[in-house]
């Protein structure tokens, strides 16, 4: 998915993920039809699933967020022989994927206390901070950025409210 003379030469994989997020896209709104014991559990699946899927489509034009997102995404699930020769190999040491479950460790106990709306920005300055070396500045936007998105467009938009976080009953 290389950018060359400002057109992408896989559009297969562009139109692909278009129609998977119009399909979550369709479901989630569908969803919220539902009572609300009866959506909470399509809403938890569909919602990181639609962030994902905008991340992954706005990576098809930013080659710096398509970076990112092949940086996250070092687990392999038994490709073939021959699309892993033909990719280029990726030096990961053991350090760097002790950081990564040691990060996704974190982030769940994070959701888990402070909620998803808080925890997601956070995880994603300090992967964007400390894992993939970007300027403090750009991190601390895109945090700024996932959280306007999460806000803006699950509880403002679509009027869902997102899991609040242990500590916040206390309080």
Aim: glycine share 10%; hydrophobic share 50%; net charge positive.
């Amino acid at each position: 998915m290389v950018k060359s003379k400002g057109k992408i030469e896989n559009k297969g994989d562009l139109i692909f993920t278009s129609v998977l997020l119009m399909m979550c896209g369709f479901f989630l709104f569908s969803t919220l039809g539902y009572r609300k014991v009866s959506r909470i559990f399509p809403l938890v699946v569909l919602i990181p699933t639609v962030t994902l899927l905008i991340a992954q489509t706005l990576g098809f034009f930013n080659k710096r967020l398509r970076l990112i997102l092949e940086g996250l995404s070092t687990l392999s699930f038994g490709e073939d022989k021959e699309d892993l020769a033909c990719q280029p190999k990726v030096q990961t040491s053991k350090k760097d994927e002790v950081i990564s479950v040691f990060m996704w460790m974190a982030y769940g106990l994070l959701t888990y206390l402070l909620g998803f709306e808080v925890a997601s920005p956070i995880f994603v300055f300090f992967i964007i901070r400390f894992y993939a070396k970007m300027s403090l500045k750009f991190s601390v936007l895109l945090g700024i950025g996932v959280f306007v998105f999460l806000r803006g467009m699950f509880v403002y938009f679509l009027g869902v409210g997102l899991y609040g976080g242990e500590i916040y009953y206390y309080f």
